[in-house]
């Protein structure tokens, strides 16, 4: 396939007017066959969400091949084209369960499943969110190991709140398996920097479930500016951060740092109404999804797409930016981008064509298309 004229997103993120040659299922150098004329389209790697639990009416810890192929399948026709699936605070032995449903799944229809995000148990009770406080369990490197052999292999992020007890030595004992991000903490600055000089280097959610930023008390947010080596997620659906912060954020890391995810329940996709989220009731009205007993913000009701359209859209992003943050630096974070996240000669067609006001006309998955507008 020849994707002829288009504006092609390169990998150092921006944008050129170039034809892409697609060889069988990966980029290639040169091509022939099929001609797809992009003329006043971008052209983008599919994206890649390393921080959802669900949509359509499921949810990754439903454990099932079945709520896994339905969310791949949206996902896909969404452009997002890689998935990185949460998990909720459950005890081990249903995390056991759900790591190995997603260890022997092997559909083909959907996005990729290309690793798990393992959002609880190490969190603290203080900041645990929308997560259930009856299964959170103190940081285990052994229990973690456990749970990666269930997993085959598959958990690229674990989160960890870095100042409960045997935090820093399940940091220490683990950074070099997993990527750790900070998450659903109380930490003040020195606990975060401690935590990212023992090994963490990523940031759950950023803003959501930990102090906020002061000119006195910086925190975990101030301590992630710091270093450089720390990427930190960030969600736009226009809930969970006001447009000036994620400006203010941009400015603050740079878009070689910034994750964009959508931290979606399975109310994604569907109407206003009642659902759960890691055993929990949800209310769902409009974009915002709450706990129906507590009122905190239960995940997003909106796709990573969305995201980008809201954050280009609404909140005056760059759309090189945006792009760069679904797309090259997911697949950083997660050590995926060997294969995936870019344009690249060599890794996965996986391509995406927009128009001028960001609508979908064309996915293309593993060199075929799965959707046109």
């Given at each position: ?39 006043g ?6 994206l ?52 190995a ?68 030595e399940?940091?220490?004992?683990i ?79 740079g878009d ?23 055993g929990q009731?949800v ?65 996965a ?8 006001e ?10 075929k ?5």
């Open positions: 396939m020849i994707i002829k004229n288009g504006n092609v997103f390169s990998e150092e993120g921006s944008f050129q007017k170039r034809d892409l040659y697609i060889e069988q299922d990966i980029i290639g150098t040169e091509g022939s066959g099929e001609v797809l004329d992009a003329t389209c971008y052209v983008i790697p599919g890649t969400d390393i921080h959802f639990h669900g949509c359509v009416g499921y949810d990754f810890c439903d454990g099932t091949k079945e709520a896994i192929e339905k969310m791949a399948e949206y996902e896909l026709q969404n452009g997002i084209t890689t998935i990185c699936p949460a998990s909720m605070t459950f005890s081990e032995e249903q995390l056991t369960a759900i790591f449903n997603a260890a022997s799944y092997s559909g083909e229809n959907g996005a990729t499943l290309v690793g798990i995000n393992m959002e609880g148990p190490f969190i603290s009770m203080e900041k645990k969110g929308a997560q259930n406080g009856a299964y959170i369990h103190k940081p285990d490197a052994e229990m973690f190991l456990r749970l990666q052999k269930a997993a085959n292999g598959l958990i690229k992020l674990v989160d960890i709140a870095p100042e409960v007890e045997g935090a820093m399940c940091i220490e004992a950074h070099d398996k997993v990527r750790v991000s900070v998450a659903h903490t109380n930490a003040d600055f020195n606990t975060a920097e401690e935590a990212f000089a023992k090994g963490a280097s990523h940031v759950t959610h950023l803003y959501n479930a930990m102090p906020p930023y002061t000119h006195r008390a910086p925190g975990v947010i101030g301590a992630a500016c710091d270093n450089e080596n720390v990427m930190v997620e960030l969600i736009c659906d226009g809930v969970h951060s006001h447009p000036s912060t994620v400006r203010t954020t941009f400015k603050m890391f070689n740092r910034i994750v964009l995810i959508s931290d979606s329940m399975m109310a994604c996709g569907l109407k206003d109404g009642q659902y759960t989220l890691g009731d209310t769902v009205k409009g974009n915002l999804a709450t706990l129906t007993e507590l009122g905190n913000i239960a995940g997003s009701v909106t796709n990573l797409m969305n995201c980008i359209r809201t954050a280009v859209q609404k909140m005056c992003i760059p759309l090189e930016s945006a792009i760069k943050c679904a797309t090259v630096n997911p697949a950083k974070a997660i050590g995926i981008y060997d294969k995936y996240g870019s344009l690249t000669p060599g890794k067609a996986d391509v995406v064509l927009l128009n001028k960001l609508e979908i006309l064309y996915v293309i998955k593993a060199g298309v799965v959707f046109s507008k």
